[in-house]
């Protein structure tokens, strides 16, 4: 018996030297928990009580195991290939209008009509109500599910019937579907007499051409300097950020490089430059991420650039997809990018993961110098870090409740039922405050300042220490100065809010040009970066 067992251990002695014991070691474990993991399934369908939802429960398990890798990496099975096509390319069969259910049982009504979409082609304004949609009432769909029958092959017909809001009249209209795609250029002009601006939202596919058109277009009207905003940007392709870089530097330059365990890769320009001299700024923030980042680390280390703003996300992973079995697919993280000098700018570091499955940012402490083109010095490790510093506004707890509420969305509907025009956009001021104070002051919303919050906070606190008999005189004479009534709340924020109001009023009138118009009147940021002393 000990010389059978002594065999045994002279045989895996001699498989594990001759298999790399890493690679062993890791499919081993793969193959011991598919095993058990299909033994569990097996089990579960011959013995459990009640018929299985089986479905359910594998995309549950699948979403889950990608879960403990990173927030990327997602399965995408066949029923939601059109919205990867959307993330992809921003192109839909539709109609071309953004919609507004107040609630189910009421109608919908169309918000915002895109530029010359089938939409606005038919005269479906801001205000008109759609009664039905191919003669289904739309009083039990949900704004999901109209928006869904709006949806279809382009060069199909939608049959409206419409409620129009200048005339109360009811009237039947049909809209032939067409491939609807909403551009990455949200906005390109003159700021100035010498100033290009282009406001780029994604980097799906086409955005460099439309940003080369675009450069070309500003610079035959004069331009003799030129800003990129690419703040809240969250990326997109890869090569569409790679073409991006090559309008501003040689033909040759490295853009990026990307590390993984299947491959590398280096990208460089393979295109002649629209211009190599004229001064560039970069505006980004802490939602400029991935392929703004590699936009906007590639021009700061080739030094072609003058990146401003705030520190940029820190999304230093490539991801691809796979196709899978019964036309699904996986969008997997492949490999790290890393800018010409040499630097990754990932923040977050989804291999280390504490014990309570959380992850974290990597420290500075752990960041390393890189050099631009130049010998300027840069780090690695989390975003970019912008050459030039632009302080951000801060808005208080009330704008952000009525903003992201839809309070300011709701009352400009309700603006345009009482106005049929406003004056041309750069003439256009809302002076009507009052109208709005009235308006809001009638719905919910959390209208406690960021002060009256800690208050209760502390109140709490005390409470909880049997501090608060103590103190209870102070804190009653401080509730008191505290506590207001939403209308006080909101006049005092009349500054904040006077121009997200005129932005969404903007844009029911002149389309969303209008409203980035609007938001430049207030840029304190793209102030001060035409203020620089670098440019």
């Known amino acids: 018996m000990k010389r059978t067992v002594r065999f045994f251990a002279v045989v895996l002695t001699a498989l594990a030297i001759s298999v790399p014991a890493g690679a062993q ?36 398990a699948v979403d889950a195991m990608l879960e403990q890798l990173d927030p990327y990496t997602v399965y995408i099975p066949e029923e939601e290939n059109e919205d990867l096509r959307m993330m992809i390319n921003k192109s839909y069969g539709g109609i071309g209008a953004v919609i507004y259910k107040p609630d189910v049982d009421g109608n919908v009504i169309i918000n915002e009509p895109y530029e010359n979409s089938p939409a606005h082609k038919n005269s479906l304004s801001c205000g008109d109500e759609i009664l039905s949609i191919d003669s289904e009432s739309t009083h039990s769909l949900t704004s999901a599910q109209a928006s869904e029958k709006m949806r279809g092959e382009p060069h199909t017909t939608v049959v409206f019937e419409v409620k129009k809001l200048r005339t109360g009249d009811t009237v039947t209209v049909n809209v032939v ?13 003159m700021i100035d007499p010498q100033t290009g ?26 331009m003799k300097k030129f800003v990129l905003d690419l703040r ?7 090569q569409e950020a790679v073409d991006i870089v090559s309008l501003f530097v040689p033909k040759g330059s490295v853009v990026v490089t990307s590390k993984g365990p299947a491959e590398s890769h280096t990208w460089k320009t393979t295109k002649e430059p629209l211009d190599i001299n004229m001064p560039l700024i970069v505006l980004v ?13 590639a021009l700061q280390d080739l030094d072609r650039a003058t990146i401003m703003g705030r520190r940029t996300f820190g999304k230093g992973l490539v991801q691809s997809i796979r196709s899978l079995p019964y036309n699904g697919q996986i969008k997997l993280t492949t490999a790290k990018y890393y800018t010409p000098s040499g630097r990754c700018v990932q923040a977050i570091d989804y291999s280390n993961r504490n014990d309570d499955g959380s992850v974290g940012a990597i420290p500075d402490s752990l960041t390393r110098e890189f050099h631009t083109a130049s010998g300027r010095t840069v780090r690695d490790g989390g975003g970019i870090t912008p050459d030039v510093e632009l302080e951000s506004r801060d808005y ?59 208050f209760d906070q502390t109140r709490k606190e005390l409470e909880k220490d049997g501090l608060l008999d103590t103190v ?5 004479a401080l509730e008191k100065a505290l506590d207001m009534d939403k209308e006080t ?5 009349k500054d904040e809010l006077i121009p997200f109001i005129e932005e969404e009023i903007a844009v029911r009138y002149y389309f969303q040009a209008a409203g980035v118009r609007i938001r430049l009147r207030y840029d304190e940021q793209l102030k001060q970066a035409l203020q620089s002393p670098l440019i």
């Open 489 to 493: 709340v909101l006049r005092l924020k």
């Open 472 to 476: 209870a005189e102070q804190m009653d």
């Open 285 to 297: 923030d802490s939602g400029s991420a991935s392929a703004s980042e590699i936009v906007s680390g």
């Open 177 to 189: 579907r067409e491939s609807i795609h909403l551009p990455d250029i949200e906005y390109a002009g």
């Open 232 to 238: 809240g940007n969250g990326g997109g392709l890869l």
């Open 25 to 60: 070691s890791k499919n081993f474990r793969l193959a011991k928990w598919t095993e058990i993991y299909g033994a569990i399934v097996k089990e579960l369908n011959r013995s459990y009580v009640d018929s299985l939802p089986v479905d359910r429960m594998q995309r549950a």
């Open 197 to 222: 601006y282009v406001l780029q939202s994604g980097f799906t596919e086409g955005v460099s051409d439309d940003l080369r058109k675009a450069f070309l277009k500003l610079k035959s009207q004069g």
């Open 396 to 454: 208080s707890r009330v704008t952000y409740a009525v903003v992201l509420g839809g309070i300011v969305e709701q009352y400009a509907l309700e603006f345009v039922r009482k106005h049929e025009s406003i004056p041309a956009v750069d003439d256009f001021h809302f002076c009507e405050f009052d109208d709005f104070v009235n308006f809001a002051k009638d719905k919910e919303f959390d209208y406690r300042s960021y002060a009256r919050t800690y």
